[in-house]
């Protein structure tokens, strides 16, 4: 059976989604969040499956009890949500993990979160990740939701969130000492965008093209939370950086370090832009692409402009196709037709550990400069948030304030 229809069979799919969702009910049994012992807290939840304006509804979750606040368990820790900031992912969820599974009901969205520590599981200060600097009560925090916790519905659009005191890094002190400046930048750096980011730029094929003299890097898809960390970081290492993003954003880029900008509204298909330009040839072509937005002609014609020993990094697979493009660019000889160059497509599983790498790049080593946030809405403006994030013209990160700053203290 040929690869494609493999993937577009009915029953084949039938079996797959089965298969996921006894598995995530097997996480649901294991997760150490329960909401039933959460007290009344307002929260946007998915009632529905489908886009943003049909599948949300915001509600009061949990249930009421002589508590005023969840009491976190072991090495947890409960924080006072104060900003959350939305991904792509959370449409797929929103629209394609039907809500009558169990563990979906009343799911939360969201993946990215900033706040305060207000209050610690009895081993939380011990957890030998924060061992040089213990967390306590009025830490200010960020990162983003495991997969377990997202997949069954403990999002961050909700007042309080108790998540593994692992999960968390503090946020930087270059954005700001106070939740009102640090916050937003907090949710995206430290939540997916920073930590895709992160594994992009330390990929073995990515470090090993930042090693040459001066580098040259494309990047598609610059403009975007990913691409526009991803232009400082390889400008930080002496990159000479071509950003692909529409013209109207070209300023912005160009603001961040680009050397030159690719419009790719006047440049389509880029691929055969970029391989009949002569400047991307020879001595001109690039070392690294990052791909940010899926585009599998970019890979297959890069022998035109990538050089030989030359790498494609992408972090965006294209839906049921993902799976066999990459057996194709990873496996298939080019005797057979296939491309001579390094393909790589990279998984983001949230982390701990990468979210405090993002947060001292932030605060130490100068590789980031600033996570670019597209708007901020309120609480009551979810949905709209949403349609927006759905229109996949935001330039930077998409923020929800869910509560105000206030002081926390031990």
């Not at 939360?108 to 599981?121: E, H, K, N, R, S």
Request: overall charge positive; charged content about 15%; some cysteine.
């Amino acid at each position: 059976m040929p690869t494609s229809s493999f993937f577009s069979d009915p029953a084949i799919l039938s079996l797959v989604s089965a298969s996921l969702v006894l598995l995530l009910a097997q996480i649901y049994t294991n997760v150490a969040v329960h909401r039933s012992q959460l007290p009344r807290m307002k929260a946007w939840v998915v009632v529905k499956n489908g886009g943003p304006s049909e599948a949300l509804a915001l509600k009061d979750v949990g249930e009421e009890t002589t508590t005023a606040l969840p009491v976190p368990q072991g090495a947890n820790v409960l924080i006072r949500v104060s900003h959350a900031a939305l991904n792509p992912a959370d449409l797929v969820f929103m629209r394609h993990i039907p809500t009558w599974v169990p563990f979906r009901r009343q799911a939360i969205p969201a993946m990215d979160f900033a706040g305060q520590i207000v209050a610690l599981g009895p081993q939380a200060a011990a957890v030998p990740s924060h061992a040089a600097a213990p967390l306590v009560v009025g830490a200010r925090v960020a990162g983003c939701i495991s997969v377990a916790l997202i997949a069954t519905g403990h999002g961050a659009l909700v007042e309080y969130l108790t998540v593994p005191a692992e999960l968390v890094a503090r946020q930087p002190l270059a954005f700001g000492d106070s939740n009102e400046l640090a916050g937003p930048p907090s949710a995206g750096l430290l939540g997916c965008a920073g930590q895709t980011a992160h594994l992009a730029a330390t990929d073995p094929c990515a470090e090993a093209a930042f090693r040459a003299n001066r580098p040259r890097v494309l990047i598609n898809g610059a403009s975007g939370a990913v691409g526009s960390l991803l232009i400082q970081i390889s400008k930080a290492r002496g990159a000479y950086v071509a950003a692909v993003c529409s013209g109207k954003n070209a300023a912005f880029v160009r603001r961040l370090g680009a050397d030159v900008v690719i419009d790719y509204t006047k440049h389509d298909p880029l691929s055969a832009y970029l391989a009949a330009t002569p400047t991307y040839h020879g001595s001109g072509a690039f070392h690294l692409i990052f791909d940010c937005v899926g585009d599998q002609s970019l890979f297959v014609k890069s022998p035109a402009y990538l050089l030989p020993q030359g790498a494609l990094v992408c972090i965006v697979g294209k839906g049921l196709m993902a799976v066999p493009y990459t057996l194709q660019n990873r496996l298939l000889p080019s005797f057979l037709g296939g491309t001579p160059r390094t393909y790589r497509l990279l998984g983001m599983a949230p982390s701990g550990k990468r979210a405090r790498a993002v947060a001292k790049w932030a605060d130490e080593g100068g590789l980031v400069q600033e996570m670019t946030i597209d708007s901020e809405y309120g609480m009551a403006d979810v949905k709209e948030a949403y349609e927006k994030l759905a229109t996949k013209r935001s330039v930077g990160k998409i923020v929800i304030r869910v509560q105000a700053d206030k002081e926390v203290v031990q």
